[in-house]
């Protein structure tokens, strides 16, 4: 017999967004001392639209950007705590550049521009 999960649910406390996320807990007593419980409950979690809006592309916001600054710590070079940072199309290891090099990542959305009617079939 497989173990009972215990979830939790939310949906974003924007006025009219339905956005919803599920955690699930392995024992009740996870889910009384978890975080999300201390700190999402009464309707205080918000989707990433809306808790972060200014990192969501759509057709008003088409581009977001991101700089990390590769630092020299006691254990090696880290961008941030990351010692490895990749996304679609790149991979950085913190350790092959010097101290203080800068890594900035550029998101950009280009939309279609409408057909016109010559073009249509």
């Known amino acids: 017999m497989p173990k009972r999960e215990w979830p939790l649910r939310f949906v974003c406390s924007h006025e009219g967004c339905n956005e919803s996320v599920t955690y699930r807990y392995e024992t009740r007593r996870d889910l009384v001392g978890s975080y999300e419980m201390k700190n999402f409950r009464n309707g205080r979690w918000k989707c990433l639209r809306h808790s972060k809006p200014d990192r969501v592309l759509s057709s ?29 199309g790149f991979l950085v290891y913190a350790a092959d550049l010097p101290a203080g090099t800068k890594l900035i990542v550029t998101a950009r959305i280009e939309l279609p521009t409408p057909a016109s009617e010559g073009e249509q079939k």
Request: charged letters at 30%; glycine letters at 14%.
């Open 60 to 88: 008003e916001n088409l581009e977001t950007r991101c700089e990390l600054i590769n630092e020299q710590k006691e254990h090696g070079r880290y961008f941030g705590s990351q010692g490895f940072v990749s996304g679609p």
